[in-house]
T-cell receptor
């Protein structure tokens, strides 16, 4: 069974600084997607960034980028120039392609932005 | 325009009651899901429907019965509510992509259910 581990229950960063959230996963599949979702206090689940496993290039979306290490099964999220609006729970998620395409989530990291 | 909507947003009810949560998506997606987020924020899949057919059922008690009248709607009916059913329930949807598997899942705003 696939598992996703987020070892940092809480992180904090000064506004305008950079922070990295870690995520590791376990799978025997070779074809899958990885995601980072953000859940602010409003409770809405918002897609931040995604990475397809067969693509070696790390995904980037504006201030958000990932460090995808397939052999190490690691998928960290880097947030640059942190803003107050980045404060939220961040969930790493895994989804195999084909078959049971459910999202398997990590336990989340609560990110606090210090003004 | 709301892409994935859920009603109600909040639901407070007594143990033993029966309640329903509705979900609608206007994205034209062919697959819809229900996830449960417990008090510790852990999210777990419950069900998935593709074109009105059940494709994932993750050992959810049979007090939970999803119903998909069409591919834009996936409702969740819960019988004989228990205290442990208190959680946030999220609906999500996705579409099969060109490579033949589901693309990104987009979530509704969640329904907070409190069973007293």
């Amino acid at each position: 069974a696939q598992t996703v581990t987020q070892s940092q229950p809480e992180m904090s960063v000064q506004e305008a600084e950079t922070v990295t959230l870690s995520c590791t996963y376990d799978t025997s599949e070779s074809d899958y997607y990885l995601f980072w979702y953000k859940q602010p206090p409003s409770r809405q689940m918002i897609l931040v960034i995604r990475q397809e496993a067969y693509k070696q290039q790390n995904a980037t979306e504006n201030r958000f980028s990932v460090n995808f290490q397939k052999a190490a099964k690691s998928f960290s999220l880097k947030i640059s120039d942190s803003q107050l609006g980045d404060a939220a729970m961040y969930f790493c998620a895994y989804r195999r392609n084909f078959g049971n395409e459910k999202l398997t989530f990590g336990t989340g990291t609560r990110l606090t932005i210090i003004p | 325009d709301t892409a994935v909507s859920q009603t109600p947003k909040y639901l407070v009810t007594q143990m033993g009651n029966d309640k329903s949560i509705k979900c609608e998506q206007n994205l034209g997606h062919d697959t819809m899901y229900w996830y449960k987020q417990d008090s510790k924020k852990f999210l777990k899949i419950m069900f998935s429907y593709n074109n009105k057919e059940l494709i994932i059922n993750e050992t959810v008690p049979n007090r939970f019965s999803p119903k998909s009248p069409d591919k834009a709607h996936l409702n969740l009916h819960i019988n004989s509510l228990e205290l442990g059913d208190s959680a946030v329930y999220f609906c999500a949807s996705s579409q099969k992509g060109q490579r033949g598997f589901q693309e990104t899942q987009y979530f509704g705003p969640g329904t907070r259910l409190l069973v007293l």
